[in-house]
């Protein structure tokens, strides 16, 4: 399971503050302490970028890419943007991604094919909307495969997002425990082996206890490494949570036990 951290993300004032001055330094220096907490990738999110998109996305990759050479995963809907960054972009990339919006099937997914790039598909229908049952989110999982297939990115490319609910949603729990095993069935369904990726960070949105929210993240963590997630999206500071993910992959992936690994 690889840890890829979110912290560098636009709500982030810094973050915001550096894109809009063009200032390398905070960013830069957010990163580096990124890799030291852990991470083993960076998820870029500068939100929509309305404002001088290609500018703004190859000034981040460029600036991050002087930080570390982590696979990076470029998380913006604007097409343009990702465009640039992908083009800009030296190190391991990832699209974050489309779903069955329309719009993201046309001018997203195409540009995985264009730079045989990896890309996140998240199981949201045409709407938007997150399915809540295990055979309803499998059957969109199924038709992003078709849509990848039809633009000629191949199928190993894909790596699917089942989309963690907010506990506090109505259906929140019961979404969650769908998410864990669609996680388990993608491999059967894709009839072949499929990567996932989860944005942890989203169990825990909205009000509620700070320590709370972090022993539900390091409860559902485990069970989505047990699922067998491939990469999980994680605010890499909450050093609690990752480091007993890493313990859990450990525990799951190792036949011969070390504490060094715990």
């Known amino acids: 399971m690889i840890f890829v951290a979110d912290n560098l993300h636009i709500v982030n004032p810094v973050v915001e503050q550096a894109i809009l001055h063009r200032d390398p330094g905070p960013i830069r220096d957010l990163v580096t302490r990124c890799v030291a907490a852990g991470a083993q990738a960076i998820d870029i999110n500068p939100g929509p970028l309305k404002k001088d998109p290609e500018a703004a996305m190859t000034f981040l990759v460029n600036t991050v890419a002087t ?7 470029l998380d913006t809907t604007n097409a343009a943007a990702l465009a640039a960054g992908l083009a800009a972009c ?11 919006e329309p719009r993201k099937i046309e001018t997203i997914l195409p ?32 038709r992003l495969l078709a849509a990848a297939e039809k633009a000629g990115v191949n ?81 890499i500071f909450h050093h609690r949570t990752v480091d007993s993910g890493a313990a859990s992959e450990h525990l799951l992936r190792s036949d011969i036990f070390s504490w060094e690994g715990v």
């Open 155 to 235: 199928p190993a490319r894909l790596i699917i997002d089942p989309v963690i609910a907010p506990l506090m949603w109505e259906n929140g729990v019961r979404h969650n425990r769908a998410v864990v095993e669609v996680i388990r069935m993608l491999p059967d369904l894709f009839g072949l082996p499929v990567r996932a990726i989860a944005g942890l960070s989203n169990l825990t949105t909205g009000p509620g206890p700070k320590e709370k929210k972090r022993t539900a993240e390091v409860a559902f963590l485990a069970m989505l490494a047990d699922a067998g997630l491939s990469l999980a999206l994680v605010n």
């Open 90 to 100: 030296k190190n391991p990339v990832i699209i974050n991604g489309f779903s069955l």
């Open 67 to 73: 930080a570390t050479d982590l696979p990076l995963l």
């Open 111 to 142: 540009l995985a094919k264009r730079f045989d790039a990896d890309i996140v598909g998240f199981l949201l229908d045409e709407r938007s909307r997150v399915p809540v049952d295990v055979a309803d989110c499998l059957e969109v999982a199924g």
